[in-house]
């Protein structure tokens, strides 16, 4: 699984980034992207930013 960012959303509070480092960085515009897949060891990481985000701008796929 990965988990996708809707950059139109994104407000780049970088809420998902303090919550997995491992999957979500901010790009150069400081929105939201993620570079990794989503594993055994992040996934609850993972849920917490889908959660957690301002503008639910996080899914899975």
């Known amino acids: 699984m990965r988990a996708a960012v809707d950059k139109d959303l994104c407000i780049g509070c970088g809420f998902c ?3 997995c480092p ?6 150069d515009s400081e929105k939201a992207e993620t570079y990794a897949d989503t594993t055994e060891e992040t996934k609850d990481a ?3 930013a889908i ?5 639910c701008a996080i899914s899975e796929q």
């Not at 491992?22 to 790009?27: A, C, T, W, Y």
């Open 22 to 27: 491992e999957v979500f960085r901010q790009d």
């Open 51 to 55: 959660d957690g985000c301002p503008v």
């Open 17 to 19: 980034v303090s919550c």
């Open 46 to 48: 993972v849920q917490d």
